[in-house]
């Protein structure tokens, strides 16, 4: 897949415009019928995302927590039947573009000649276009619009609203219903304080690259990547007020039967039960015995049949 940050399309596309927070199963459905679309008509499929996230921009401290950083919402894009995608820097020069002027950079821009949005779909400053006005402007400028059905599943729409929720609530299999796929965090490992190697519990800190996580506490996990291979293990994800009141999230997972240097290497983290909330500990030695029952009950989870 070629990624396009600021560069024009070398080719007219159809193209599937949204947010894609999560690639769920919404998601999948619009970027399959883009390239079934584009192959239709011998042209490039394509999708356009946007970073940050619109919400992210206009109330940074409201916005939702994002289920995908912007390397897995790529990565899950180019495992579907799309050959460009298009990443619009979401600032104040293009959160001012007016819907005309919005319109007007699809068909020349982004050389659309078929689009495929949300029922939900809004666009240019205020908010004021609609599928109803693209698909109007389409026929001026020459662009096919179309508005993906509702994908639902136990009666509800698909969304990556519901995702969030599913997650907070930690039921971790209707989060994977609506995903396809268990959820997952990836990220590049990173340097932390050590704190866990000084007791017992050495952890792979993986880099969040998102401002808020969907999930937080203590789960049962499995790593893949590097040398992992589904290793199963403990992580902690939060603030971990056990050892610092404030600062921002991390991703810490010890890993059973690893030894080895992970450093700058990418992990995929799959969260399979969360175990506890994060909570405060008196001493390190109160911590430590904690993790030792956070290890017991983990192992107890993957000992048990997986019923998604």
Not at 96 to 112: I, K, M, Q, Y
Request: aromatic share 8%.
């Amino acid at each position: 897949m070629k990624l396009l940050r600021h560069a024009a399309s070398p080719a007219p596309t159809a193209i599937a415009i949204g947010s894609f927070d999560g690639v769920h199963r919404g998601h999948q459905a619009m970027l399959a019928r883009v390239g079934q679309a584009a192959r239709e008509r011998g042209i490039s499929a394509a999708a356009l995302t946007f970073e940050p996230l619109p919400r992210e921009y206009f109330a940074p401290l409201a916005a939702p927590a994002r289920l995908s950083s912007l390397a897995e919402k790529l990565a899950a894009i180019a495992a579907s039947d799309i050959g460009i995608a298009f990443v619009e820097r979401f600032g104040a020069r293009f959160a001012a573009l007016t819907a005309a002027e919005f319109e007007s950079r699809l068909a020349r821009h982004h050389r659309a000649r078929w689009v495929m949005v949300g029922q939900d779909f809004r666009y240019g400053a205020g908010r004021k276009g609609d599928s109803a006005s693209l698909a109007a402007a389409g026929r001026a400028l020459g662009f096919e619009v179309e508005v993906l059905p509702a994908v639902t599943i136990e009666g509800a729409r698909v969304s990556s609203t519901r995702v969030r929720e599913a997650l907070a609530s930690a039921d971790f299999a209707a989060a994977a219903r609506m995903l396809a796929r268990p959820y997952a965090i990836c990220g590049r490992v990173v340097h932390g304080a050590r704190r866990g190697r000084v007791m017992g519990f050495p952890t792979a800190n993986v880099r969040l690259a998102r401002p808020k996580a969907a999930v937080q506490g203590i789960f049962a996990v499995k790593c893949f990547g590097a040398a992992t291979r589904g290793l199963e293990g403990v992580a902690s994800l939060g603030i971990n007020p056990a050892v610092r009141s404030n600062g921002p999230a991390t991703l810490e997972a010890f890993l059973f039967d690893f030894s080895g240097d992970l450093y700058g290497r990418r992990l995929t983290i799959e969260f399979v039960k969360k175990l506890r909330d994060e909570a405060h500990f008196a001493s390190l030695d109160e911590l430590r015995a904690q993790i030792e029952r956070d290890c017991d009950a983990a192992r107890e989870v993957f000992r048990a049949p997986r019923t998604w």
